[in-house]
């Protein structure tokens, strides 16, 4: 069965503190995926991971760094945190390959607040 | 830029009514158009449409794509109130980027 887990359900942090969001997923899937989920806003991509050590930008990537050291792990970093980065954050992975491919699996997310 | 637009944006609706919602786009290299079902955690996959399946249907829900159009439709019959949830349209494009539109709200009230 397809698993894709996050590190935390709930996190509370203060403005200016390096927060860290962890993303596993057990399906060897090549592809992994950063979104925030806002209301009104729907899911937009921070950044995504083809490959180990490999990440591109996705639509608003400002504010924060990504990290993929093991295929199965995926690390969404804010460097300082500020207020408007509380969000739900989703991590999803897929395979590689033909449009066949495209489902993206999805964590229960991490829903982030930040004082 | 590729945009996915969804609508109606939120719709309440009684038990045992048909909702058709709806999800149109404009993008660049189109490859495969997804329905997603999020209830208060992580969407889950619904469908997916692409140049060789335009029609999908499992149980009381069905979708089709309309390529002609770039639109496509979730139908779903005979609600009920666990049909509640938010459903997410996304389009996939070249590089296994998903786009996704803003939802739809469903409300089923018994």
């Known amino acids: 069965d397809v698993k894709v887990t996050q590190s935390s359900r709930y996190l509370v942090k203060r403005t200016g503190e390096k927060v860290f969001l962890e993303c596993v997923q057990d399906?060897?899937?090549?592809?992994m995926f950063w979104y925030r989920q806002d209301p009104g806003l729907g899911l937009r991509l921070i950044y995504f991971?083809?490959?180990?050590?490999?990440?591109e930008k996705g639509d608003i990537p400002e504010g924060y760094s990504v990290s993929r050291e093991k295929k199965e792990r995926f690390s969404l970093i804010l460097e300082s945190a500020s207020t408007n980065q509380t969000s739900m954050y989703l991590c999803?992975?897929?395979?590689?390959?033909?449009?066949?491919?495209?489902?993206?699996?999805f964590g229960p997310g991490t829903r982030l607040t930040v004082l | 830029e590729d945009k996915v637009v969804q609508s109606p944006l939120s719709l309440v609706v009684h038990e045992g009514d048909t909702v058709t919602l709806n999800c149109s786009y404009e993008?660049?290299?189109?490859?495969?158009l997804l329905w997603y079902k999020q209830e208060k955690k992580a969407p889950t996959f619904l469908f997916m449409l692409?140049?060789?399946?335009i029609e999908k249907k499992s149980g009381r829900l069905s979708s089709i794509l309309d390529k002609k159009e770039l639109s496509s439709i979730l139908n779903i019959t005979a609600t009920q109130t666990g049909d509640s949830a938010i459903y997410l349209c996304?389009?996939?494009?070249?590089?296994?980027?998903?786009?996704f539109g803003e939802g739809t709200q469903l409300t089923v009230n018994p």
């Open positions: 692409t140049s060789s399946g």
């Open positions: 996304a389009v996939g494009t070249s590089g296994s980027r998903l786009t």
């Open positions: 399906m060897d899937h090549e592809n």
């Open positions: 993008v660049t290299n189109f490859r495969s």
């Open positions: 999803a992975s897929s395979s590689r390959g033909g449009p066949s491919t495209d489902t993206q699996y």
């Open positions: 991971s083809y490959d180990v050590k490999m990440k």
